[in-house]
């Protein structure tokens, strides 16, 4: 178990850039969580997959934001289009059930849209 | 109103003291109730869960719960340097997703 790996740790982009996050969840576990959050804010649910099937996207979730989990593994989020408001640490997480037992979190991408 | 509503701080407490952050959520059907600790340019950490009223101790760290009162509290007894960060409180409605609170920033001062 090497925990929940995101890659990269940080990425700074120009404004109208598309950008790509991975995320590796914990082997076992069959859920993945996307989340979001800003200084001051605490996380803001974006989306969720159990296995490869992406159950519910948050309104926050705008037609820029993609996200994918092909065969229940890794997963990935793409941003098209920056924006400024884009800028903001995105989280992922994962566990093993209905988060009944609450979630495990990566490290985290940090995002900077200049 | 916010679903899940807790001060912003900062609480700032004396070293050795209990520092107490407490949480209110307004879905009376929430099932559990999580409490993360979050240092400042990393990502949160749990650090306890309880699911019905009452109290859960764990170490230093003891959650309360009242369904009542709609309302959860992390107590952390002997507050050491090392526990200052911020503190987010989650609830699960009983759907797939957790829902945070802002949470709040806790200062341990030496």
């Known amino acids: 178990d090497t925990g929940v790996s995101q890659d990269p740790r940080h990425k700074i982009t120009k404004r109208g850039q598309n950008v790509t996050f991975r995320c590796d969840p914990i082997?076992?576990?069959?859920?993945l969580y996307w989340y979001r959050q800003t200084l001051g804010q605490g996380p803001e649910f974006l989306t969720y997959?159990?296995?490869?099937?992406?159950?519910?996207k948050s309104r926050l979730l705008s037609d820029r934001f993609s996200a994918e989990r092909p065969k229940g593994s890794f997963s990935t989020l793409e941003i098209q289009r920056t924006e400024q408001g884009d800028s903001a640490m995105y989280l992922c997480?994962?566990?093993?059930?209905?988060?009944?037992?609450?979630?495990?979190f990566g490290s985290g991408t940090r995002l900077t849209v200049v | 109103q916010k679903e899940v509503e807790q001060n912003s701080g900062p609480l700032s407490v004396p070293e050795g003291a209990i520092a107490s952050l407490n949480c209110t959520y307004s879905?009376?059907?929430?099932?559990?109730f999580f409490w993360y600790r979050q240092y400042s340019g990393k990502s949160p950490e749990l650090i306890m869960s309880?699911?019905?009223?009452g109290d859960k101790e764990d170490g230093r760290f003891t959650a309360q719960l009242n369904k009542a009162s709609q309302y959860v509290s992390l107590l952390i007894r002997d507050s050491q340097p090392s526990d200052s960060a911020t503190y987010l409180c989650?609830?699960?409605?009983?759907?797939?997703?957790?829902?945070f609170g802002t949470g709040t920033r806790l200062q341990v001062f030496p």
């Open positions: 997480a994962s566990s093993p059930n209905r988060g009944d037992y609450g979630y495990t």
């Open positions: 082997s076992e576990h069959n859920r």
């Open positions: 997959f159990q296995n490869e099937a992406q159950l519910e």
């Open positions: 879905d009376r059907g929430s099932q559990s």
């Open positions: 309880i699911y019905s009223n």
């Open positions: 989650a609830v699960n409605k009983g759907t797939d997703k957790l829902i």
